[in-house]
């Protein structure tokens, strides 16, 4: 049965400290995004992937946010330093060309900010 | 730039009844695809149905079903015989064909539905 896979599943950490949240999207889809869930924003997109290479990522703080995929299997957001604003659940979604234009959701990280 | 709304927050439904939600966006497109997802409290998001915008028939799934008005750019979602397992979150998503500069899905605020035993 594939899947997005997301880790961690839930982190509390302090305010100022690092935080990496990883994802492996479905075997063979080749856009990867990550949103943001907040009560008061709703679902933000930070991130966008096509074949690993960056295509917008105008919804993330540039000066604390950053996404990676270092290959086909991982992509990574990380944030550094962490405030208590960014608080939230992250979702990771994959999706591929042909599938009719449908992302698979992984069940999202909760990030607790204190 | 594509915008979605959802008008109605929160929703109530007797279990056995139907109930529509709502959705519209904005757009300059003219091929472009819809969604419906569901949120339940397990935060999971589940794709409900899809209807590409080329399409002009309603999309239907079982118990669910659409409204698509392209000329309105109106996309409404119907649950019939509404069952205990419905309650959730349902969130409205425009997305732009793949090719792109930036195919992104961009989500509606959400309607909480409630499902009344």
């Known amino acids: 049965d594939a899947r997005v896979t997301q880790t961690p599943r839930h982190k509390v950490t302090e305010m100022g400290q690092e935080v990496t949240m990883r994802c492996q999207p479905i075997?063979?889809?080749?856009?990867v995004f990550w949103y943001r869930q907040t009560m008061m924003q709703g679902l933000e997109l930070l991130a966008y992937?096509?074949?690993?290479?960056?295509?917008?990522d105008s919804g993330m703080p540039k000066d604390r946010f950053s996404a990676e995929m270092p290959d086909a299997t991982l992509a990574t957001l990380k944030i550094q330093p962490s405030e208590p604003r960014d608080s939230a659940v992250y979702f990771c979604a994959s999706g591929l060309r042909g599938m009719g234009g449908e992302l698979f959701f992984g069940e999202g990280s909760r990030l607790t900010v204190l | 730039a594509q915008t979605v709304t959802q008008s109605q927050p929160e929703m109530s439904v007797q279990e056995a009844e139907t109930v529509t939600l709502s959705c519209t966006y904005d757009?300059?497109?003219?091929?472009?695809?819809l969604f419906w997802y569901k949120q339940p409290p397990s935060r999971q998001m589940i794709l409900v149905i899809r209807q590409e915008a080329y399409k002009q028939q309603n999309a239907t799934e079982n118990r669910f079903s659409v409204n698509f008005q392209k000329a309105a750019k109106s996309f409404s979602l119907k649950i019939s015989d509404s069952q205990l397992g419905d309650a959730a979150m349902y969130f409205c998503?425009?997305?732009?064909?793949?090719?792109?500069?930036?195919?992104?899905?961009?989500f509606g605020t959400g309607t909480l539905l409630a499902v009344q035993p």
């Open positions: 075997l063979g889809h080749n856009t």
């Open positions: 757009t300059s497109e003219s091929d472009y695809y």
């Open positions: 992937f096509r074949n690993r290479a960056p295509l917008d």
């Open positions: 998503a425009y997305r732009t064909p793949y090719g792109g500069a930036t195919n992104k899905l961009i």
